[in-house]
T-cell receptor, first 111, second 113 residues
Framework: DVKVTQSSRYLVKRTGEKVFLECVQD?????MFWYRQDPGLGLRLIYF???????EKGDIPEGYSVSREKKERFSLILESASTNQTSMYLC??????????FGEGSRLTVL | AQSVTQPDIHITVSEGASLELRCNYS??????LFWYVQSPGQGLQLLLK??????LVQGIKGFEAEFKRSQSSFNLRKPSVHWSDAAEYFC???????????FGTGTRLQVTL
């Protein structure tokens, strides 16, 4: 069974903290994505990566960075968390088919 | 740039009734179109996709969708809804590359017994 695993389901952080969200896929997919999900706004693409060490900005990259040192792992980094980054973060992967495989999400609360 | 509109935020249907969820897209060329479902506390799962060919596509769990170019629509249908279909449904469009998707805001489906 294909699997995308997000390391933390729930996180609570304080304003200004550095936050790492980790995502691992076991399907050897080239593409990996980070989305943010907010009520009434749907899913918005933060960053995506087509290959190791390659990344491209999505629609809302401000305040975020990413790292992909290995094919199976894609990390989302909030350098200095702010309250407006309280959200659900979804990681996904695919092989250019459009069939994204999603993790269960990481719900981040920034106080 | 592409965009997706799901005009219904919330829909309630009775178990056994038919269902149609609306999706309109904006894109200049032939789009790649998708429907995903998100059960509570879960990630999204692909229901079906349209790339080309037959405009009526079948998906998992008894769902189907019809691509209508003239109406820029890709509505999702199911003839008889089950209580387990209660979830949030997202329409998405891909352009250029199938993978970089733009999602709609979602429709939450409630099923009454």
């Amino acid at each position: 069974d294909v699997k995308v695993t997000q390391s933390s389901r729930y996180l609570v952080k304080r304003t200004g903290e550095k936050v790492f969200l980790e995502c691992v896929q076991d399907m050897d997919h080239e593409n990996m994505f980070w989305y943010r999900q907010d009520p009434g706004l749907g899913l918005r693409l933060i960053y995506f990566s087509y290959d190791v060490k390659m990344k491209e900005k999505g629609d809302i990259p401000e305040g975020y960075s990413v790292s992909r040192e290995k094919k199976e792992r894609f990390s989302l980094i909030l350098e200095s968390a702010s309250t407006n980054q309280t959200s659900m973060y979804l990681c996904a992967s695919d092989t250019n088919t459009g069939e994204l495989f999603f993790g269960e999400g990481s719900r981040l609360t920034v106080l | 740039a592409q965009s997706v509109t799901q005009p219904d935020i919330h829909i309630t249907v009775s178990e056994g009734a038919s269902l149609e969820l609306r999706c309109n897209y904006s894109y200049g060329a032939t789009p790649y179109l998708f429907w995903y479902v998100q059960s509570p506390g879960q990630g999204l799962q692909l229901l079906l996709k349209y790339f080309s060919g037959d405009t009526l596509v079948q998906g998992i769990k008894g769902f189907e969708a019809e691509f209508k170019r003239s109406q820029s629509s890709f509505n999702l249908r199911k003839p008889s809804v089950h209580w387990s279909d209660a979830a949030e449904y997202f329409c998405a469009v891909g352009a250029g590359t199938a993978s970089k998707l733009t999602f709609g805001t979602g429709t939450r489906l409630q099923v009454t017994l």
